[in-house]
């Protein structure tokens, strides 16, 4: 069975102490989405953590080379805000607790993941330069990832200054509740699409954050239109018509008004279809033709191929035409009359 060795370096500097509750809360639901996408697809993870910055222990060891299916939760009371932020030394320790798990197989692999709200000021055990080495020989054998949530801004200039592959280096709101959930949900979406990778013969990637996981909240608000009042969300318990969903729930049914959430591989979008957005962290909802662009998918002549999990901070909802597509129990259906055309 294939297997991954995953280690979260989580950065517990002093300036981390505005933002300790939302990011601890993040990294578990981080941790509960690993443990999905390695269900889901047929593999084995273990898990790493280590805090890195209190004044004075400097690094500690949270757990190591636990199976993730029985990784409890942390508390915001297991980490000490405090200190500098030495970085690349909690990374040169991640690296060193993975290669006790190195069983030498060709399926195994290793991910190590960096957060920071700040930059690399106190690395000297091994230090900056050894720990930089050391990836890169890492990296070299096609069997380690590296990847890194860094501030709003920083991105290019620490895929530089440290040589990290800039598709494994992701930026994050460091200085909100919001910015934090929504910097770890990108994560999830990249583990995700890793684990999808690794099934299909990858055993390390560059490219660990897709593009379409980069799109930000700002994009949506600024290039469409927000249409959160005027929608609603519809739950069948049971798999059903599309139809019979919005009339068992008391709704009129207007031909376009119904969206589906995208939670499987769609061959065939038609270029006609509205694509709406609902934003993961504060449900807020938003539509337009630049939707399409968005997420990749082109507009006007375009039938596309979607596929679920790629798309970062949003979840995704295609418009129905059909009267009898199929709605799988406990997921979402959008119902927006506004956009809907011929009564039935």
């Not at 030495?86 to 692999?109: C, H, M, N, W």
């Not at 049914?253 to 270029?271: C, D, M, N, S």
Request: charged fraction near 25%.
């Amino acid at each position: 069975m294939l297997q991954t060795h995953v280690a979260f370096c989580i950065d517990e500097s002093g300036s981390v102490s505005r933002i300790i509750k939302p990011l601890v809360e993040a990294y578990n639901q981080t941790v509960t989405d690993i443990r999905s996408s390695v269900l889901d697809e047929g593999q084995e993870a273990s898990m790493t953590a280590l805090a890195f910055g209190d004044r004075v222990l400097h690094h500690r060891i949270l757990y190591a080379g636990q199976q993730v299916q029985t990784v409890k939760p942390l508390s915001y009371k297991d980490f000490n805000p405090s200190g500098l932020t030495p970085l690349f030394d909690s990374v040169y320790r991640a690296i060193k607790k993975l290669e006790e798990l190195d069983d030498g197989k060709e399926g195994t692999s290793f991910v190590v993941s960096a957060i920071t709200d700040g930059q690399e000021n106190n690395s000297r055990d091994p230090g900056v330069p050894v720990t930089v080495r050391l990836i890169e020989e890492k990296t070299a054998t096609d069997r380690w990832t590296f990847t890194f949530l860094v501030p709003n801004g920083k991105e290019d200039k620490f895929s530089v200054d440290y040589n990290i592959p800039r598709g494994n280096v992701q930026g994050w709101d460091t200085k909100t509740a919001e910015g934090t959930k929504e910097a770890f949900i990108v994560s999830s979406v990249a583990y995700r699409g890793f684990f999808k990778e690794k099934s299909a013969g990858i055993r390390s990637t560059k490219s660990f954050y897709s593009d379409t996981a980069n799109l930000t909240v700002r994009e949506a608000r600024s290039s469409l239109s927000e249409i959160t009042k005027q929608v609603q969300f519809i739950i069948p318990f049971e798999t059903c018509q599309i139809r019979q969903c919005i009339l068992d729930n008391g709704l009129e049914w207007i031909k376009g008004a119904a969206f589906y959430q995208l939670i499987k591989t769609e061959k065939r979008v038609h270029p006609y279809k509205l694509v709406a957005l609902r934003v993961k962290t504060s449900r807020k909802v938003y539509c337009g033709q630049q939707a399409r662009d968005m997420l990749g998918i082109g507009q006007a002549t375009d039938i596309v191929r979607l596929v679920p999990g790629d798309h970062g901070k949003f979840d995704v909802f295609i418009q129905s035409t059909s009267i009898n597509r199929k709605i799988p129990a406990n997921t979402e259906v959008l119902y927006w009359p506004k956009v809907g055309s011929q009564k039935k």
